[in-house]
């Protein structure tokens, strides 16, 4: 799996993959989640859609103590930007650092799609290369 061998090179999951709740992964400093509990028609989540799920991942951002956050994809991004009032929302783009204020960072990233990840778009140097900024900043604050 892409993401959790990326994270596990990084210190922030125990093991490269992940096959089930039950697997014995264990995440540190880490925490997964979406701006949409849907699975969309084409994969393409709507900003309707966005919008209606939007109470879920505030409840959650609200409870942890997030100081760098890494988005996969644009989608996230919008989400997490609007959510956290970034303003002006730089573009996104793979590698982005974005000061969201109060000590908090957003580290962009593109999406662990297939479509991404199969055609060179993402490769495991370039999702490496984030995660340990983000590794840096946890360390450092």
């Keep these: 799996d892409f993401l959790y061998a990326a994270l596990h090179r990084a210190g922030f999951a125990s093991q490269p993959e992940s096959t089930g709740r039950d ?16 699975a969309p028609p084409a994969n393409k989540p709507t900003p309707a859609e966005r919008d209606a799920c939007a109470p879920f991942l505030e409840r959650e951002l609200d409870l ?17 930007a609007h959510h956290l009032g970034v303003r002006p929302r ?29 055609t ?3 490769t495991p140097a370039m999702l490496d290369d984030v ?3 983000a590794r840096q900043l946890l360390d450092d604050r």
């Design 23 to 38: 697997d014995g992964m264990v995440l540190t400093d880490c925490w997964i989640t979406a701006p949409v509990r849907c």
């Design 64 to 80: 942890l103590p997030a100081r760098a956050f890494l988005v996969l994809g644009g989608f996230g991004y919008q989400a997490l």
């Design 90 to 118: 730089p573009a996104f783009g793979h590698g982005v650092e974005v000061d969201a204020g109060e000590g908090r960072t957003i580290l962009c990233s593109y999406h662990v799609s297939q479509q991404n990840t199969f």
């Design 120 to 122: 060179g778009k993402l």
């Design 131 to 133: 995660l340990v900024r």
